[in-house]
Structures are given as structure tokens and as C-alpha cells.
């Protein structure tokens, strides 16, 4: 078998991940490898290069396309990849990713702790999406 893209899931005794690396969306393989595999804990999820859509459809998703994933694999965490690095000779404006999956967040019912994306050279760890999350319910004890 030959293949051109992949992405992997990392499947361990207490947490799961997921990458789909370069794809399009296909809701009925993302329901299923979230039965089958998920939930997962936490996936790096494209937003970036879609455009234009009847070029880049069936191998880059746009940020509404991976809020869907996000929910299909029942992701806990997702951070927006693939994105306003360099020039990946596509249409969209450079932080227009970003920007877009903020909006389709807010439009599914969801928070930036649930999907988000990192500032250049910015870190993330569980323990920060603790923080916020203690954050955002009005518990200021941990402060």
C-alpha cells in the first residue's frame, strides 16, 4: 500500500492523541475513528491552507471543518496546527485560521479551552488548561 499523507493516533494506558495530518473532512471516517479510537485527551488539529475550497477540499480542512473533528473524535483539548508559519500557497489571509476558528468555537457552543491556538514560540501544558478552566467557572482559590 502507498500512501501520500497520514496521521496517527498515540493511544497510551491513561491518555490518547490524535494528528490527522493533511486531510480533508469526511464525516462519517472521523465518527467512526472516534468510536473506535477515541475519546482522546488532546489533538493538534489543521486549520490552515483550505483556500481555495474547491482546490484544497480534499486535502486541507478549514477551521469549521476541524471544530467538526474536534467534536466527531471527542477531542477534550484541540490546538489549531498548520497555520501562519510561512507562505503555504494558499489564499487565505495569514492570521485568518486563527481567526476563523475563534468564531466557529464561539458559534458550536464551545470555549478556548476546549480548541484553541498558540502564540508564536507560545507553550501549552495540561496543567494550564486546569488553571483556566478553574478560571473561567469563577473559583478564584487557586489563584
Known amino acids: 500500500m502507498q500512501s501520500l499523507w497520514s496521521g496517527w493516533a498515540v493511544i497510551g494506558e491513561q491518555r490518547r ?3 490527522p495530518g493533511d486531510t480533508g ?4 471516517e472521523f465518527e467512526v475513528l472516534g468510536k473506535k479510537l477515541g ?11 483550505y ?4 482546490f484544497m477540499k480534499s486535502q486541507h480542512i478549514n477551521p469549521a ?23 503555504m500557497g ?3 489571509a495569514y492570521m ?3 481567526q476563523l476558528l475563534q468564531e466557529e468555537v464561539l ?22 488548561s486546569e488553571l483556566l478552566e478553574t478560571k473561567n467557572s469563577g473559583d478564584s482559590s487557586s489563584s
Do not use: M, Q
Request: net charge negative; hydrophobic share 35%; glycine share 8%.
Open 17 to 19: 492523541f490524535y494528528f
Open 25 to 28: 473532512y469526511c464525516e462519517r
Open 90 to 92: 494558499s489564499n487565505e
Open 65 to 87: 471543518e476541524a471544530v467538526k473533528i474536534h467534536k466527531k473524535i471527542g477531542a477534550r483539548k484541540s490546538i489549531g496546527v498548520h497555520w501562519g508559519t510561512y507562505e
Open 39 to 49: 475519546p482522546f485527551d488532546l489533538a493538534a488539529i489543521p486549520i490552515g491552507c
Open 51 to 54: 483556500a481555495p475550497r474547491w
Open 96 to 98: 485568518e485560521p486563527a
Open 107 to 128: 458559534r458550536a457552543g464551545l470555549s478556548a479551552v476546549d480548541f484553541s491556538t498558540l502564540a508564536h514560540g507560545e507553550t501549552w501544558c495540561e496543567e494550564d
